[in-house]
Structures are given as structure tokens and as C-alpha cells.
């Protein structure tokens, strides 16, 4: 991918820092010899983009730019447009994705909900409602098929291995 374009919504949206994650550590890709294209701002005021990101010009749009090889590559998630002239940069991609999974038992975590501490030393009742209600929500969605693996578990505990996976501790020196 060294010299190549890539178009992604914004440099520090969670897909993109997972998938950058993988391109690297799983496939070598070296990252600072990509050119990434953004189209938005970061959602963090006082974040910048590194040097190698430009952003797209005003009023393009990303799967365009895509099919018109403006970008050579994009990151698109679950809205990749069914067109036969694209197709994933991983073959086979979703047995990759479950493989990946189960090699190193993380799911991919893009959102979560979180409360202050004070939140839940003043008012435990309130936690537990509110965590209640994003379960009874879950279960009142679409399942997973019948054995397969839960990818998206709830809780803590059960996503600590993909938080630390996400945000590793620097070892001191």
C-alpha cells in the first residue's frame, strides 16, 4: 500500500484506527507511507492529523472519488456499495475477520457507553438501570445465530481484552 491513496471518513475515527491497526500489525503495511484522504474533521478539537493525510476536496464523496480512482483504496465499513468494479483488500474478508477473532479473542469495539465514577458511587441504582435497559435493548434486536460467537459481548470484564488491545499501556522507562 506504500504510495498508494486511501480515503477515509476522518483519520481518527474508531474504524479507521482499528483497521489501520491491522493493516499493520497482521499484514506489515508500513502506515506513514500511505496518503490517507479525509473528509471530515476529527471529532476531538485537540487532535491533529498527521503529515501524511490531505483532505479530499470540498463537496466530494468518499465512494466516488473511489469509483472515479481518485483514491486507490477506502475504508467503508458495513456501506461498501455492491458494484462489481470494488471488492475488499482482504479476500474473503469476513472469514478473515472471524479468524482474526478468534486468534486473538477481540471484537473491535467503535462504541460504548460510559458514566462518570461519581455516577455510579452516588446513584448504583441508576447504573444498573441504565446497563438493564442497553441489555434488554440488545436482546430485543437481531441474534446471533444459534453456536456461533458472541462478537460483540456486554460489559467490562467481558471487552477488557479489546480495551487494552486499543489502548495499550506504554511501558515506562
Known amino acids: 500500500m506504500a504510495g498508494r491513496r486511501v480515503g477515509v471518513r476522518t483519520y481518527s475515527q474508531t474504524t479507521g484506527v482499528w483497521v489501520r491497526g491491522i493493516l499493520q500489525n497482521e499484514y506489515g503495511v508500513d502506515l506513514d507511507k500511505v496518503t490517507w484522504i479525509t473528509f ?16 479530499a476536496p470540498k463537496g466530494k464523496k468518499l465512494v466516488d472519488m473511489l469509483l ?14 455492491n458494484d462489481p468494479r470494488l ?25 460504548m457507553y460510559v458514566v462518570k465514577q461519581s455516577l455510579c458511587q452516588a446513584r448504583p441504582d ?23 460467537l458472541n462478537m460483540a ?21
Open 126 to 148: 441508576v447504573v444498573r438501570e441504565i446497563y438493564r435497559m442497553l441489555l434488554a435493548s440488545r436482546a430485543a434486536g437481531p441474534q446471533p445465530a444459534p453456536g456461533s
Open 153 to 173: 459481548p456486554s460489559g467490562v470484564e467481558a471487552n477488557r481484552r479489546s480495551l487494552e488491545f486499543a489502548a495499550p499501556r506504554r511501558r515506562r522507562h
Open 40 to 55: 471530515d474533521d476529527s471529532n476531538l478539537a485537540e487532535y491533529s492529523d498527521p503529515p501524511n493525510c490531505q483532505r
Open 87 to 111: 471488492k475488499t483488500l482482504i479476500p474473503n474478508a469476513d472469514a478473515a475477520a472471524l479468524a482474526w477473532w478468534k486468534k486473538y479473542g477481540v471484537t473491535p469495539i467503535n462504541h
Open 68 to 81: 472515479d480512482r481518485e483514491v486507490d483504496a477506502a475504508l467503508l465499513g458495513s456501506n461498501m456499495p
